[in-house]
């Protein structure tokens, strides 16, 4: 795992080299292994390493080929690289290291840019292609591994992270108006906006040419839609299904055991956390290495107990850290790590089981990608509850919302009143809309309450996600979502941002693109049965887990937030957001944010979720701006 950044300069002037080295130390933590550069005159490349394959100098990079003429700064891991090797030795390449990096260099010599089609894990990457004078920059297929880049008119600059970029000199730090009601209603910045103007993320699963100043984006894969195809395939039976997602699941497992380091895994006590200790736990020669966090003085939180029982089950070596409120001390780290405004606050236990784990191992397996692939998440269940609900007379429907619109709301996990209110007033809308009622932080309505300059909608931009019809069963189009918004841009920012805080590297066998595509052809009826969501996961499962953690009910990795804004961090909340420095911006409207502050307070609303992000939104300006 590793850091990468670099700039070419189209006018031909030369790199501005102390810039460069500045690139790279911002990123250090992504690599504290090892560092290097390379510049040729207009062009430079930097990377920090965190060495997990061939420990030895020979993967120092930046990293050549033979002669000279192809330079690659690579981050991430190639899980079939070793399957990859022999066909290019064949080709008559010699190797100076046992690195993917160096495997990936000759396959570009030898097939350009179509090599990405035949490379297996994550990764971001920069190649200078030293024989056509061509910068490529490209970005792995479900987007584990980000890159960001600043086109200006005359050079390109690029960084695994946003800071990086930023360090090179005269790269201005100009506020995106326009990202900012994206970032309200979803929590986060979607690609390719980002909340810098002038700064883009490149896109999961897309490549970017730089040549003569001229820079080009195109897909090379696209995230298959779970639609299926009639055939005799398709008509396997549930224990043919189950046993063929078995098969794959632990081939990707495997796949993500290839280390010269210790390895461990994050469990949850979910289901998906731990398939993968189970798979694990079969191929190790010993018990492995397991992390969990819990809450301490909030139980509908903590799932430490469910994690122990996993652990007892399978015998792993089992580490627990309890969070409790004073680590808000935490935020202007994490937001400096985040570059942006991030409106998840479980940021803090992954960053904290980040943290717990790399001080016993290097490499860490996660559960990510189970509720995306197999209809996990609770919100599918209500897709198509909201169908039904839709044939409630109006006049009911409107004495129902009125009810659960008086009903005081509490901060537990499960709290019915949240839950009633947000389910009802979204549920009669149509798809897109009320999707992003349950998966946003804040209502377009809000959104507009709030901000004092409201440029732009958050609606009109998640509508464009919206490829498949919306027609008849709504979950194979939320599952087509789900995976191309939530999971890039807020999932996968927060695994990497904070298990690279730590310089531990996170690998999420779920992801794997082989298994991703497979299991787009499972039928939409074997994911959700009924009200039970991954239903054929827990089949695959069920003689290799304990029945309580099969029968267990989706619980998300959540933070207590809003019990903690109206306890212990009340003080905190209040002198944050209504602070002078705060009013003072200009960007949000005081009397909407004092009424949101006040609701929550008085136990009227939990607007916790809302708070949280008006909140990472002020430490951010505090952190990159002021």
Not at 28 to 33: L, S, V
Not at 92 to 113: K, N, Q
Not at 188 to 208: K, N, S
Not at 394 to 416: C, K, V
Request: aromatic letters at 8%; a neutral charge.
């Amino acid at each position: 795992m590793c850091g990468i950044c670099g700039v070419i300069h189209f006018d031909g002037s030369p790199v501005d080299r102390p810039g460069l080295d500045r690139m790279v130390e911002s990123i250090r933590h992504r690599g504290p292994d090892d560092a290097g550069v390379w510049v040729d005159g207009s062009v430079g490349l930097g990377n920090t390493r965190l060495a997990v394959i061939d420990l030895s100098p020979a993967g120092h990079q930046p990293l050549s080929n033979e002669t000279g003429d192809v330079w690659i700064a690579f981050n991430g891991e190639i899980y079939n690289f070793q399957s990859l090797r022999p066909e290019v030795e064949k080709r008559g390449h010699s190797f100076r290291s046992r690195t993917d990096t160096e495997t990936i260099a000759h396959l570009f010599e030898d097939g350009g840019i179509e090599c990405l089609q035949s490379l297996r894990g994550m990764f971001a990457l920069a190649i200078w292609d030293g024989r056509n004078r061509e910068l490529w920059l490209a970005r792995d297929r479900l987007g584990k591994k980000p890159l960001y880049y600043c086109h200006s008119g005359t050079r390109l600059i690029f960084g695994s992270e946003i800071k990086a970029i930023l360090a090179y000199p005269s790269v201005p730090r100009v506020l995106n108006r326009n990202a900012l009601p994206l970032y309200l209603a979803y929590g986060y910045v979607p690609a390719p906006e980002t909340i810098f103007d002038g700064i883009q993320a490149l896109r999961p699963g897309c490549w970017l040419r730089v040549r003569d100043g001229q820079v080009e984006e195109k897909a090379y894969w696209t995230a298959p839609t779970p639609t299926l195809p009639q055939s005799k395939k398709h008509r396997m039976g549930e224990r043919e299904w189950a046993s063929a997602l078995l098969d794959r699941l632990r081939e990707a497992v495997q796949l993500r055991l290839i280390s010269d380091v210790p390895l461990g895994a994050f469990l949850s006590g979910g289901l998906d956390s731990s398939a993968v200790v189970a798979l694990m736990a079969e191929a190790a020669s010993g018990p492995v290495k397991t992390f969990a966090m819990g809450f301490g003085g909030e139980p509908s939180y903590d799932e430490t107990a469910h994690a122990r029982i996993v652990a007892k089950h399978l015998g792993t070596d089992h580490h627990e850290f309890t969070i409790e409120p004073h680590v808000i001390d935490l935020v202007p780290k994490l937001a400096w790590h985040l570059d942006q405004p991030f409106g998840d606050s479980s940021v803090i236990p992954t960053y904290l089981v980040s943290k717990l784990a790399r001080e016993h191992v290097t490499v860490a397996l996660t559960g990510d990608g189970g509720d995306e692939l197999f209809a996990g998440y609770e919100r599918f269940h209500a897709a198509r509850l909201a169908q039904r609900y839709r044939a409630v007379p109006g006049f009911a429907h409107r004495g129902i919302a009125a009810l659960a619109n008086h009903w005081p709301q509490g901060t537990g996990y499960r709290d019915l009143g949240r839950r009633t209110l947000r389910f009802v007033t979204a549920a009669r809308l149509p798809l897109p809309e009320q999707y992003l009622g349950w998966v946003g932080v804040m209502s377009p309505e809000l959104v507009r309450d709030v901000l004092a300059d409201s440029t732009g909608g958050a609606l009109a931009h998640f509508q464009t996600y919206f490829r498949a019809a919306n027609g008849g069963d709504p979950v194979p189009t939320l599952l087509d979502v789900n995976l191309r918004s939530y999971l890039p841009d807020d999932l996968l920012i927060k695994a990497d941002r904070m298990s690279m805080a730590a310089s531990l590297e996170a690998r999420s066998p779920f992801l794997d693109h082989v298994l991703v595509e497979f299991a787009a052809t499972i039928p939409v009826s074997l994911k959700l049965r009924g009200s039970v969501g991954k239903y054929i996961l827990k089949r695959a499962f069920e003689d290799k887990l304990p029945p309580e953690i099969i029968r267990r009910k989706k619980h998300g990795f959540g933070v207590p937030i809003g019990k903690w804004f109206r306890t212990s961090l009340r003080e905190y909340l209040t002198d944050t957001l209504l602070s002078a420095q705060a009013t003072g911006r200009g960007l949000l409207r005081t009397e909407a944010v004092r009424q949101l502050v006040n609701a929550h307070l008085s136990g009227q609303r939990d607007h916790g979720h809302a708070l949280w992000a008006l909140m990472m939104l002020e430490v951010w300006h505090r952190t990159f701006m002021d």
